[in-house]
Structures are given as structure tokens and as C-alpha cells.
């Protein structure tokens, strides 16, 4: 049961990383085009597209902090994911409440 419970937050943790990383690929990627051409997308949208990836992300990296700890709940372990959950809520909250600023300019 141990080891489903660590597969399962090792994923998620990779599925967070990776949809972050993606994210700014594709935010590179579009910025570039977008001063070599002139697509039908701007900075904002970009933005907006790459903060919400960041904030997805993050939600599935909480999830597989949440999971690992349950393998090794010390006092300790529950402290440092209380700070962790606090710190990505705080920073994905206002990623996602930034982010609505951006399609409106």
C-alpha cells in the first residue's frame, strides 16, 4: 500500500514539474515567434497561458507533497508540508488572481 501511495505522489509530482516546464517552452516559444512574425496572440495571452500552467502545476505538486507525507507523518515532515502547502496556495493564488489582469490590457 506503501508503494502505491509513493508511486502515486512521485507522479504527481512529475505531472507538476512537467506541465510547469511545458508551460515555459511553450511561453519561449511564442514569445519568439512573436517578434519574429505577427501572430494572432499577444504578451498577455502568453502570460496568462504560462501563469496558468503554474498554477495547475503547482496544484499537482501539493498533491504529491500531501501524499508523501502520509508515508512519514513526523512532526517535522507535517511542519515543512504545512509551509510548502501555505507558500504554493499563497503564490497560486495570486498568480490566478493576476492572471484575469492580463487579458484586460
Same mark, same amino acid.
Given at each position: 500500500? #506503501?508503494?502505491?501511495?509513493?508511486?502515486?505522489?512521485?507522479?504527481?509530482? #512529475? /505531472?507538476?514539474?512537467?506541465?510547469?516546464?511545458?508551460?515555459? #517552452? $511553450? *511561453?519561449?516559444? $511564442?514569445? +519568439?515567434?512573436?517578434?519574429?512574425?505577427?501572430? /494572432?496572440?499577444?504578451y498577455?495571452?502568453? $502570460?496568462?497561458?504560462?501563469?496558468?500552467?503554474?498554477? #495547475?502545476?503547482?496544484?499537482?505538486?501539493?498533491?504529491?507533497?500531501?501524499? *508523501? !507525507?502520509?508515508l512519514?507523518? !513526523?512532526?517535522?515532515?507535517? +511542519?515543512?508540508? /504545512?509551509? &510548502?502547502? &501555505?507558500?504554493r !496556495?499563497?503564490?497560486?493564488?495570486f498568480?490566478?488572481?493576476? *492572471?484575469?489582469?492580463?487579458?484586460?490590457?
Amino acid at each position: 500500500m #506503501f508503494d502505491i501511495i509513493h508511486i502515486c505522489a512521485v507522479v504527481l509530482g #512529475f /505531472a507538476g514539474a512537467v506541465l510547469i516546464i511545458y508551460g515555459g #517552452f $511553450r *511561453a519561449i516559444i $511564442r514569445v +519568439i515567434l512573436l517578434e519574429f512574425s505577427k501572430p /494572432a496572440f499577444s504578451y498577455n495571452q502568453i $502570460r496568462r497561458e504560462f501563469t496558468d500552467k503554474i498554477v #495547475f502545476g503547482l496544484e499537482f505538486l501539493i498533491a504529491g507533497d500531501i501524499l *508523501a !507525507t502520509l508515508l512519514s507523518p !513526523t512532526q517535522q515532515d507535517l +511542519i515543512n508540508l /504545512a509551509v &510548502v502547502v &501555505v507558500i504554493r !496556495t499563497v503564490l497560486g493564488y495570486f498568480l490566478s488572481k493576476e *492572471a484575469p489582469e492580463f487579458s484586460l490590457q
